[in-house]
């Protein structure tokens, strides 16, 4: 059960937002081992004084388009598996909505299944 949170500068249009949603979504089902209907995401958009990023750090050439992913997620899954995430978000999200490469900044936040209740008080994972 993967909580998504994307941030970004204000400013992006429904379309662009729906973009980033489905985009992380379908990588998440084809390459994360993310089950159909398990989407939690959430947008936060940040005027520019809110949002502050290095353009270089790494030799990256940022812009202003930066989208930050941020994936709260039980830890299962092998640094293979993980790459190919990584890698098939990048080519989804530069399809649509035609995220540059070097906008796209992704963390994972892995946690133990105990760690999650989707409702009614229970931890449904164990």
Known sequence: MPLV??????????????ALRNGIYRAMTEAFSVPENDRFILVSQHDAEEFDADRTYLGMERSDDLVIVQIACNNTRGVEQKQAFYRRLCELLGESPGLRPDDLFINLLE???????????IAQYV
């Open 111 to 121: 946690t133990g299944k105990e760690n999650w209740s989707f409702g009614r008080g």
């Open 5 to 18: 949170r994307i941030a970004l500068r204000r400013g992006k249009s429904p379309d662009y937002l729906a």
